[in-house]
């Protein structure tokens, strides 16, 4: 009895063993999980809009749109999820658009037609390819910039904002840190020893220097509710929270009036010069 106990420990530890492994050489799977192909433009909405070519610091050429508003005093830089690539986000894009900002989305490395593969560091370098876009290329004033990050995303965009304030910051649906989720949905497994991408995001909004809105969902089953209480809880003031219901990728379309009436308030009280509609000289 002792032998087979031995023996059936042993198979439990090898397995184990495997399974650890296997999580540390497939994060990267995990965690980015790009598109290729372009599924469509603006212009096949009815927006107008630039294809823009960036180059990062480290020579990676990446590639997004602006699209314009007439008349928009703001623009709304949005960094996307994990998921998909830019052609995927149109909802998002009229949303933005339909609420009276210009709009600037891009392909982080090893997305749609973006060069290069994807990683933490890498993806760093990409939003501040995105910030220095649109300060030094478009000469738009930080004040005037929205930077707003979805899931993955917001974790990117917390970055770029810890080192160059904008005129507000948009954390909708994401966590503390990559490890801090990754325990959640794997709560045997020791992955914050595991973890080879932080995404620190607790750490870089305890940094912002700007209007901060935190977005969660109640219903979100990737990334739990706490997550949110806990980003808002370590974001300097001013700050605000909104609660929208709906799973972690539908919760701003479930959600959609109070989703957009939330922005609408948080940008009213926080950015200079809104609404458009104030400035009719411009």
């Known amino acids: 009895m ?6 059936l420990f042993a198979i439990a530890l090898v397995a184990y063993a495997g399974a650890l492994w296997h999580v540390y050489r497939n994060q990267s799977r995990r965690v980015y999980l790009p598109r290729r192909d372009m599924v469509t433009t603006p212009a096949e909405h009815g927006l107008s809009y630039e294809s823009v070519t960036l180059t990062t610091v480290d ?3 990446l590639r997004g749109w602006f699209v314009p508003c ?9 960094f996307h999820g994990n998921r998909g690539n830019i052609s995927d986000r149109m909802e998002t894009i009229e949303m933005f658009h339909g609420l009276g900002l210009s709009v600037f989305l891009f392909d982080y490395r090893g997305y749609g037609e973006s060069e290069g593969e994807p990683d933490e560091e890498g993806t760093y370098r990409d939003g501040e390819a995105a910030w220095t876009y649109l300060v030094e290329a478009r000469g738009i004033p930080p004040r005037r910039i929205v930077l707003l990050g979805r899931s993955l995303g917001a974790a990117i965009a917390a970055a770029v904002a810890a080192r160059h304030p904008p005129g507000a910051l948009v954390l909708e649906s994401t966590f503390t ?3 801090d989720a990754a325990a959640v949905h794997h709560p045997f497994l020791p992955v914050r020893l595991l973890a080879r991408y932080r995404y620190p995001v607790l750490e870089f909004v305890r940094q912002a220097r700007c209007p901060v809105l935190v977005i969660h969902s109640r219903e979100d089953e990737v990334i739990p509710f706490s997550h949110g209480e806990q980003l808002f809880a370590a974001a300097p003031p001013p700050k605000s929270f909104l609660e929208i219901s709906g799973n972690h990728y539908q919760g701003y379309l479930t959600s959609l009036g109070i989703y957009t009436k939330g922005l609408e308030a948080f940008f009213h009280k926080y950015l200079h010069d809104w609404p458009v509609e104030n400035h009719p000289d411009t």
């Open 2 to 7: 002792l032998v087979l106990f031995s023996s």
């Open 59 to 61: 020579g990676v050429r």
């Open 70 to 78: 007439p008349g928009a005093l703001h623009v709304l830089c949005f």
């Open 177 to 179: 840190s990559l490890p």
